[in-house]
């Protein structure tokens, strides 16, 4: 991303209403991580979409940061120790990844819908749980028979609600079809 990019893309997510400030943190890591001071607290996916709707497809994970105040420096730059150390120690960081597989394919696109009424159009990562995105135990257990209708797999709706990330649903979903086929 050039510096013209980084110029223009924070002045466009910056002009969303809902967002106070933002800055891109550099990093040798494979990954654009923005730091974002909301307008007010919102669910974390919805903090996520809003830099998305700005970024587009980037080609890389994005990792969101969403805090009070953003580090700076007096001179008003961004204070990329404090930055680093945001990133490092924050509880709340949002991360978007895309599926990777066919499995990740059919619980996003799930979830997805299973959300839709309570998170209109955020895009659902790889890497969210059931209960960041505001899902409860119905949502697992629809989650549940979805996942029994379309794979022929039995998760449990606790197993499914508990799960870290629906990568790990869809692992789980991996390691029952295959232990199944191998028999």
């Not at 709707?53 to 980037?58: C, F, I, K, N």
């Not at 949502?139 to 990330?165: C, K, M, N």
Request: proline residues 6%; without cysteine.
């Amino acid at each position: 991303m050039s510096v013209d990019d980084r110029y223009q893309w924070i002045e466009q997510l910056r002009g969303n209403p809902r967002v106070v400030d933002a800055e891109i943190l550099p990093s040798a890591e494979p990954q654009v991580t923005v730091i974002v001071v909301p307008d007010g607290f919102r669910v974390g996916p919805e903090i996520r979409q809003d830099v998305l709707d700005v970024a587009g497809d980037l080609g890389v994970p994005l990792v969101v940061v969403p805090t009070a105040s953003m580090p700076r420096q007096s001179d008003g730059a961004l204070d990329h120790a404090a930055a680093t150390e945001l990133l490092l120690s924050s509880g709340y960081t949002f991360t978007y990844r895309p599926a990777g597989s066919t499995e990740e394919e059919v619980v996003l696109r799930t979830v997805s819908e299973l959300i839709e009424d309570s998170l209109p159009g955020v895009a659902v990562s790889v890497t969210d749980d059931l209960a960041s995105l505001g899902g409860d135990s119905l949502t697992a257990l629809e989650l549940s028979d979805r996942i029994q209708h379309t794979f022929g797999v039995t998760l449990s709706a606790v197993d499914l609600y508990g799960a870290p990330s629906l990568s790990e649903v869809a692992k789980a979903i991996r390691e029952a079809t295959g232990s199944r086929q191998g028999s």
